[in-house]
């Protein structure tokens, strides 16, 4: 594994949060001034394709990364557009009963209004 390879899987590792290639390209410049941003968006594509992290695809912004392999769904909150994780072991088998067949996957994004922002309400 290259040395940017290893910067990136540690920031994602270390990450309390979703991030997207932006971000982690700028805190992998932090600690590799030299890197380059094809470099992080190239590692990422390839550690998404060999299932070392997750893309996250949320419409109307940037796909977020995060390092995990524990299956899970996420909450979107309207208002700031943070990213959480939710577990939700039993939906694909309901799913798979409720379309009456084997599903491959699914892609599942909650959208609610998180905590913080609840407060401002």
């Known amino acids: 594994m290259t040395k940017q390879r290893e910067l990136i899987l540690q920031i994602l ?5 979703h991030l997207t290639a932006d971000e ?3 805190l992998a410049k932090l600690q ?12 990422l594509n390839a550690m998404t394709d060999a299932g070392f992290i997750n893309r996250v695809h949320v419409d109307g912004s940037a796909d977020c990364f995060e390092k995990g392999s524990d299956p899970h ?4 909150c309207t208002s700031c557009g943070k990213l959480a994780n939710v577990s939700l072991p039993w939906l694909k088998d309901r799913l798979r009963q409720a379309v009456g067949t084997d599903i491959s996957g699914y892609d599942l994004t909650i959208h609610y ?4 922002c609840r407060k401002k309400i």
């Open 73 to 76: 769904d996420h909450l979107r």
């Open 113 to 116: 209004i998180c905590p913080e």
């Open 24 to 26: 982690v390209f700028f």
């Open 13 to 17: 590792t270390h990450s309390d949060r």
């Open 32 to 43: 590799m001034p030299s890197i380059a941003m094809a470099t992080v968006y190239n590692n």
